[in-house]
């Protein structure tokens, strides 16, 4: 089962903040996020495994509801790099990963 | 370290062709998967793999098949070609499954015709 992300698209001005949400419907045992440039390889940028131990980029934050089996990506002061697909990816055992349809993000000047 | 590379970088078939996607990771990393990209609809699992020797499906495995006789290559076969296969393939790979981050190799653009 893929995990549901939203909103699909969020569009910025450099400066502002968001959040980008993605839920599943079963017991996750990690979370991990990647950003996707048109045309290019995901990149990782957080892993949030059960139980809130974290890894990841020093300038995105992400929160794991572990009850709800929810996770969000915090993007504050955004910069014109931030641009791109944010993917979150969702593994129910230590095998299988699943990922969401993505959610657009375009910061303007 | 050249990281995940794959080759080749684009391919055209025709509709009952067989190729192989080469993948190969020079990170000494136990896992290693496949994912298919269709506009729209994320990333996709075809097939993976926890070491050599062990393979196992993902969540759109059919029409593909897979071995890993080494830790660093990991080939995607497509058996005979589907227009519906026309899609961008990923190789992946992670130290091991789970709590590590993974690294996508370049991708290749594959259309069949």
């Known amino acids: 089962q893929q995990p549901v992300q939203s909103p699909q698209a969020v569009i910025l001005r450099e400066g502002e903040d968001a959040v980008i949400n993605c839920s599943s419907s079963k017991a996750l045992y990690s979370v991990h996020w990647y950003r996707q440039k048109h045309g290019e390889a995901p990149v990782f940028l957080m892993i949030l495994l059960k139980g809130g131990e974290q890894k990841g980029h020093d300038k995105i934050s992400a929160s794991f509801n572990e009850k709800k089996q929810q996770s969000s990506l915090y993007l504050t002061a955004s910069q014109l790099s931030y641009s791109g697909t944010y993917f979150c990816g969702t593994q129910y055992n230590n095998n299988d990963m699943r990922f969401g349809a993505g959610t657009r993000l375009t910061v303007k000047p | 370290n050249a990281g995940v590379t794959q080759t080749p970088k684009f391919q055209v078939l025709k509709t009952g062709q067989s190729m192989t996607l080469q993948c190969a990771q020079d990170?000494?990393?136990?896992?290693m998967s496949w994912y298919r990209q269709d506009p729209g609809m994320g990333l996709r699992l075809i097939h993976y793999s926890v070491g050599a020797g062990i393979t196992d499906q993902g969540e759109v495995p059919n029409g593909y098949n897979v071995s890993r006789s080494t830790t660093e290559d990991f080939p995607l076969r497509l058996l005979s070609a589907a227009p519906s296969q026309t899609s961008v393939y990923f190789c992946?790979?992670?130290?091991?499954?789970?709590?590590?981050?993974?690294?996508f190799g370049p991708g290749t653009r594959l259309t069949v015709t």
């Open positions: 990170m000494n990393h136990e896992y």
């Open positions: 992946a790979s992670s130290y091991q499954t789970g709590a590590y981050e993974q690294y």
